[in-house]
């Protein structure tokens, strides 16, 4: 266990957090115990890993290959703006199939978290929900609505 520095209170150690994951390329969860030492507050890996899954965070590949820990851009209770959407989906997704009430989204590995978040917040009346995987995303389509009207409008959003 790293006891090395100060303790801080849940909320202002997942602030840090938030800040060295924007001001860093973190790797993985030991990278950012070592990274909130530098800082002074000592935690074990366990408490940084429940960090992340409390603030969201997610795995991207960066410019270099390389997976590094990210926070979506906006809290869950906002609403993503259509040209947010937009370009989380002419970023992320490469793939769009359909099938009755199902469209199937692919993205690069690691990425469909990032395109389920953007997704969800934008409330379309359409979407009833949706799972991701690595590198796939199921949207269930509601009842009534086709998955193939969906499954275009959501091709044009990402540009394909």
């Not at 150690?13 to 070592?34: D, F, G, I």
């Not at 992340?52 to 851009?73: H, Q, T």
Request: charged fraction near 25%.
């Amino acid at each position: 266990m790293n006891h090395n520095g100060r303790a801080l209170a849940k909320p202002q150690r997942q602030h840090l957090v938030t800040k060295l994951l924007a001001q860093h390329s973190v790797t993985s969860q030991e990278r950012l115990v070592e990274l909130l030492a530098e800082e002074g507050v000592g935690c074990t890996q366990a408490t940084v890993s429940r960090d992340l899954v409390d603030l969201g965070a997610i795995k991207v590949r960066a410019g270099d290959g390389e997976s590094i820990y990210a926070i979506p851009d906006l809290p869950k209770e906002q609403r993503a703006p259509e040209d947010h959407l937009r370009r989380v989906f002419g970023e992320w997704v490469v793939e769009v199939a359909s099938s009755g009430n199902i469209v199937v989204l692919r993205t690069p590995p690691g990425s469909a978290h990032v395109v389920g978040s953007a997704l969800d917040r934008a409330d379309l009346p359409d979407v009833l929900g949706t799972v991701a995987g690595d590198d796939t995303l199921l949207v269930i389509v509601a009842e009534g609505a086709r998955g193939r009207r969906v499954g275009d409008r959501l091709r044009d959003l990402a540009g394909l």
